[in-house]
């Protein structure tokens, strides 16, 4: 019983021509049973949609139909789905879409041409004024005719002699006083001639005072002595060259006695050694001079 509950039910028996209608179809492309009309199904229609939301409140802040009312420029800040209790309304009569019912037209019912009220042509009485300006109100001038035109061109054309412009020009030229030509110049009297100008003597000045600038910087920079030395004075420096070029010319003397000058005389180990011991100070006491002829030389604090 269990078996049967689970069980899909059986389909419904098929006739003979179903069968054999359904096994025609799927072997045979062309078949005579496909000119029998086969029944519609009509689709369902689906129910008409009705929102839930209510019909008569503007949304949330709605600036709709809000013209000619005391109310700011929007309604329904809340978002509420009820109706205030206040009378104050955010809509006024018929004031979305017109009146309905008999005050509304069909689209076929247009205004034709001669139907309306206004435009087109005016029906006037038979006898119509001159329109006139009050004798009060100033008016100007009128504006003169063709012919008091052309009359006044003509008076002038008869008052109005001929200009013979190359006489006139040439008795003008001859009326006419020369102009005075301008008196020369002589540049060499005026007070400034070969002298340097101003602004030159300004520009010297300012680079002279960029150069000592500069100057002052780079002293200031060599005299300040690095981190544990200071700077030699200018006697103490002279005496040490002094010194040296003294012990220089006492070890020369000394080198230049000896026997080792001569290549032939370097029989022994001793002579070569001498030999290269005095070559060794005088090179290093030529060393020291040229690092103290400097102008500026820095030696360790004593401690």
Same mark, same amino acid.
């Given at each position: 019983?269990?078996?049967?509950?689970?069980?899909?039910?059986?389909? &419904?028996?098929?006739?003979?021509?179903?069968?054999?209608?359904?096994?025609?179809?799927?072997?045979?492309?062309?078949?005579?049973?496909?000119?029998?009309?086969?029944?519609?199904?009509?689709?369902? /229609?689906?129910?008409?949609?009705?929102?839930?939301?209510?019909?008569?409140?503007?949304?949330?802040?709605?600036?709709? #139909?809000?013209?000619?009312?005391?109310?700011?420029?929007?309604?329904?800040?809340? #978002?509420?789905?009820?109706?205030?209790?206040?009378?104050?309304?955010?809509?006024?009569?018929?004031?979305?879409?017109?009146?309905?019912?008999? #005050?509304?037209?069909?689209?076929?019912?247009?205004?034709?041409?001669?139907?309306?009220?206004?435009?087109?042509?005016?029906?006037?009485?038979?006898?119509?004024? /001159?329109?006139?300006?009050? %004798?009060?109100?100033?008016?100007?001038? &009128?504006?003169?005719?063709?012919?008091?035109?052309? +009359?006044?061109?003509?008076?002038? $054309?008869?008052?109005?002699?001929?200009?013979?412009?190359?006489?006139?020009?040439? !008795?003008?030229?001859?009326?006419?006083?020369? $102009?005075?030509? &301008?008196?020369?110049?002589?540049?060499? /009297?005026?007070?400034?001639?070969?002298?340097?100008?101003?602004?030159?003597?300004?520009?010297?000045? +300012?680079?002279?005072?960029? =150069?000592?600038?500069?100057?002052?910087?780079?002293?200031?920079? !060599? %005299?300040?002595?690095?981190?544990?030395?200071?700077?030699?004075?200018?006697?103490?420096r002279e005496g040490?060259?002094?010194?040296?070029?003294?012990?220089? +010319?006492?070890?020369?003397?000394?080198y230049q006695k000896?026997? !080792?000058?001569?290549?032939?005389?370097l029989d022994t180990?001793?002579?070569?050694?001498?030999?290269?011991? =005095?070559?060794?100070?005088?090179?290093?006491?030529?060393? +020291?001079?040229?690092?103290?002829?400097?102008?500026?030389? =820095?030696?360790?604090?004593?401690?």
């Open positions: 019983a269990s078996l049967k509950a689970f069980r899909r039910p059986a389909a &419904p028996p098929r006739s003979r021509r179903q069968v054999l209608t359904a096994a025609a179809a799927a072997t045979m492309q062309e078949s005579i049973y496909n000119l029998v009309p086969q029944p519609v199904a009509v689709p369902q /229609k689906a129910p008409l949609y009705r929102s839930k939301h209510p019909h008569n409140l503007p949304p949330t802040f709605s600036t709709f #139909g809000l013209m000619g009312t005391s109310k700011p420029g929007y309604s329904n800040v809340a #978002g509420s789905y009820e109706q205030p209790a206040a009378t104050h309304q955010f809509t006024k009569e018929y004031s979305t879409f017109g009146k309905p019912g008999a #005050g509304v037209k069909a689209p076929m019912e247009i205004t034709l041409k001669g139907t309306g009220k206004g435009g087109g042509a005016v029906q006037l009485p038979d006898k119509v004024e /001159k329109f006139a300006y009050a %004798d009060s109100v100033p008016r100007k001038a &009128p504006l003169p005719t063709k012919k008091e035109l052309d +009359d006044h061109k003509k008076q002038l $054309a008869q008052t109005k002699e001929p200009k013979n412009f190359i006489t006139s020009n040439a !008795v003008e030229n001859i009326l006419s006083v020369p $102009a005075r030509e &301008p008196d020369p110049v002589d540049w060499t /009297k005026k007070p400034s001639f070969g002298k340097v100008p101003n602004y030159i003597k300004k520009i010297k000045a +300012d680079i002279a005072q960029e =150069y000592d600038y500069i100057r002052t910087m780079q002293e200031a920079e !060599v %005299d300040a002595a690095p981190a544990g030395m200071r700077k030699l004075e200018e006697g103490e040490l060259v002094r010194q040296l070029k003294g012990k220089w +010319d006492e070890i020369n003397v000394a000896t026997s !080792v000058l001569n290549l032939n005389s180990i001793g002579k070569v050694k001498r030999k290269e011991q =005095y070559e060794a100070q005088l090179a290093q006491i030529e060393r +020291d001079i040229e690092k103290l002829s400097k102008k500026v030389v =820095y030696v360790t604090l004593d401690e």
